[in-house]
């Protein structure tokens, strides 16, 4: 008898470990962004796979400015970030020939490297995707994964919105 829980969710390495943030950013957050999100998960018994966080890899140290996309949307960068979706790709893919669920891939809004439906530019609001979701997107896009970018300035709204899907 094997009891264990057969769901995944795929997350920003950033929304279980907020310190990765980008420096000066973490303004909206009530103490911390973690908790709701994890008992949320957690609460559902769902296996959490943090995914690499392109930019302090890139980096290599967790000190960085926060950038726009047009500073991070380099050739160099984006090769790193095709490396990382693939490695995630394989993960997720390895999982599912193994029968387990992927029940989610979650996101970051605004960020250059995981927003999911748009970011802010100098030119306003832009919608897009990140430069590594857009990599992870296009290698899955035929297992139907559902994704849900994370707007941590409305954390009841995403909250709500990552509990409709968890519950469906
Ligand atoms: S690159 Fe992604 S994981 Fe890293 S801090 Fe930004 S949003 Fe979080």
Redesign the pocket.
């Known amino acids: 008898m094997d009891n264990r829980s057969k769901k995944f969710i795929f997350i ?3 929304l279980m470990a907020q310190a ?2 980008a420096q000066g950013i973490v303004k909206y957050e009530w103490k911390s962004s973690i908790r709701p999100f994890m008992d949320l998960i957690l609460d559902h018994d769902i296996n959490i796979i943090q995914m690499p ?4 890899e890139f980096k290599n140290s967790l000190i960085r400015e926060p950038k726009g996309i047009t500073k991070y949307n380099t050739k160099e960068f984006n090769e790193h970030c095709k490396t990382l979706a693939n490695k995630v790709t394989n993960q997720i893919k390895n999982l599912i020939e193994s029968n387990y669920e992927i029940v989610a891939i979650l996101g ?1 809004e605004q ?1 250059p ?2 927003c999911v439906n748009y970011i802010y530019t100098n030119k306003g609001m832009e919608k897009r995707m990140g430069l ?1 979701m857009q990599e992870l997107y296009e290698n899955t896009k035929e297992l139907n994964i559902p994704i849900i970018g994370i707007n941590r300035k409305y954390i009841n709204k995403s909250l709500t919105e990552l509990e409709k899907l968890l519950d469906s």
């Not at 966080?53 to 302090?56: G, L, R």
């Open positions: 920003p390495f950033c990765y943030q966080c392109a930019e302090t970051i960020s490297s995981c590594f």
